[in-house]
């Protein structure tokens, strides 16, 4: 048993995606679909709740549902995704596009999910035509090629604050 247990937690931590369980296929598919539908039904109450919980009360907007439903969505989606790839690349994957759209959507929450969306496509891309071009595993390779535009986007926007900062003086 507890090798099976200790097979398993690594199985679950570094897992190299070659193909999704068995039967995991509808759910991979079918689950985005209401997921994108809410947000864009939804966008502007998660917005006010997201920034203020209160102020979202204050201007008639029932809070604590919407809170709840992103928070439960945010984790079926998590879940959903340990399943297939793992844990290990499930937090790079969720945390390295929120990393780099940080550094460039300045607070803005409509620029943060598209710059967001946008990193982690260039991250799941790159990394998988590097893992290509290579012969090496998928995993790594994303999270590598994430760990490289978040490096490249905080330099630039330290390049480009020392540069503005440099005008002024």
Not at 48 to 76: F, K, S
Not at 107 to 123: I, K, T, V
């Amino acid at each position: 048993w507890a090798l099976t247990s200790a097979a398993y937690r690594f199985r679950s931590l570094f897992f190299f995606m070659v193909r999704p369980p068995p039967g995991s296929t509808p759910q991979l598919t079918l689950l985005p679909i209401p997921t994108l539908f809410r947000c864009a039904l939804f966008f502007k109450e998660i917005q006010a709740v997201l920034y203020d919980r209160e102020l979202a009360g204050t201007l008639g907007i029932r809070a604590r549902p919407v809170y709840y439903g992103v928070i439960v969505l945010t984790c079926l989606g998590i879940g959903l995704a340990m399943r297939v790839t793992g844990a290990l690349m499930v937090d790079a994957v969720t945390i390295l596009p929120a990393l780099a759209a940080r550094t460039v959507s300045r607070g803005r929450l409509r620029a943060s999910l598209l710059w967001g969306a946008a990193f982690g496509l260039l991250m799941n891309l790159g990394g998988f035509a590097l893992a290509f071009a290579l012969d090496l595993p998928t995993s790594p390779a994303i999270i590598v090629t994430g760990a490289a535009i978040v490096l490249a986007v905080r330099f630039a926007g330290a390049a480009g604050r020392t540069k503005q900062s440099g005008n002024h003086d």
